[in-house]
């Protein structure tokens, strides 16, 4: 998909949204992700669980249909757990190949997908939505790396990974030649596995300059494991960086998310004559010269706040300048999404049910053309 521009220069009318309500509660809850081994000890470990109407949904089929199906022994049983005197069904992430096995389901990709959260405005959500986003794949069964490009971890705090402890990031891949297996850890999702930041990502930018091939380095670590993994999911840095340039190099898939303000629309028009003038440099490469530098691109509004009229006026701006790219979906400025954040884990562990997790969940099925 070849870059197009409309509307640079035309601007909102100016808002300066005072964002001082975001609650932050550092009360314990019962949701947590976890990654194996690894997770600060306050947070107890609990893997996703799927009820049998979930579960059903997943594998495309209402709940009497899988109860049927299970009677006539055409799939395994539900597992089950007794709590008091009432026997619980459940099932977990390791069932749904199984079942979708069984049932002889097609897979849910055609093709495997390496996508880039990246805008350089800073606080959009790139970090908290793309940790949940990533979760979000893996609860569908998908084989999920997160690789968090950001010095600041928050992708790695989002994923309840404590960052003080002495682990590898891409400085020792891209820099040291470590193999990239090595610096990636499991979590208890099965499903979803993350490479971390850490604070010596910091340095990697000089680091880089010296380098042979250097926007090329993060595409090659990445096609090594790319057979492991359906989706790859790479939370950017807010900065027009090496870095980031090898996550554009490596990525077929660009999010960006956006807030519906004056500032964010400014800087969507310097992420896009950024990214043309990769494109343009990049172009002798045949990859991009087939395909420009992203097979598809998405432009989704995040902290949409629809009782405002500037809110909707400038969502109005945005449809008419990205037609081409801006999502159908908006995810609304949901406290919950901030308070996930506050406890390190996706919104979508620390309530499934919110406002914020469905729009997540539907920016997932939009994307991928999911019909769920
Ligand atoms: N839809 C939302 N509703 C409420 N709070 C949100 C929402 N999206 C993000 N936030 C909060 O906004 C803050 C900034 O989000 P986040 O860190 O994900 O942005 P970012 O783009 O990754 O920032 P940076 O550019 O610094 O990397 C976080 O506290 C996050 O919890
Ligand atoms: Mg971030």
Known sequence: MRLTFRGLG???????????????ILKKSHHSLVLGGRLSEERPLEAKVYQTREFAKLLGISK???????NEGRVPPARRVQRGKVEHRFYTVDDIHLYRDRLDLPPLLDRKRVQLFLNFKGGT?????????????????????????DPQQHMTKCLGFDPSLDI??????????????????????????????????????SRL??????????????????????????????TISLLNKNAVIAAGDLLVPVLADYLSYDGLGLLFHELSR????????????????????FIFVNQFKSNEIIARENLASL?????????????????????????????????????GSKCIRQLINEVFGFER
């Open 278 to 297: 990769m494109e343009k440099n990049f172009s002798v490469h045949p990859e991009h010269e087939r395909r420009g530098l992203f097979e598809n691109i």
């Open 64 to 70: 009497t249909h899988l109860l049927r199906l299970e």
């Open 125 to 149: 959500g790139k970090s908290s939505i793309s940790s949940s986003y990533a979760y979000g794949l893996a609860e569908l069964g998908l084989q999920v790396l997160a690789i968090d490009l």
């Open 168 to 205: 590898m990031s891409l400085f020792e891949v891209l820099i040291e030649g470590e193999n990239i297996n090595q610096a990636i850890q499991p979590t208890t999702m099965p499903t979803l596995d993350l490479l971390p930041a850490t604070l010596r990502l910091s340095i990697i930018e």
């Open 319 to 355: 449809q008419r300048h990205y037609t081409d790219y801006l999502t159908t979906t908006k995810i609304p400025y949901n406290t919950k999404i901030s308070q996930a954040t506050a406890m390190g884990m996706p919104v979508l562990q620390y309530d499934p049910s919110c406002r």
């Open 10 to 24: 035309i601007f909102f009318a100016l808002k300066v949204a005072l964002n001082i309500s975001r609650a932050i």
């Open 209 to 238: 300059l010296n380098k042979d091939m250097r926007e090329f380095l993060l595409k090659s670590a990445i096609d090594d494991i790319q057979k492991d993994y359906d989706v790859i999911i790479i939370d950017a840095l807010p």
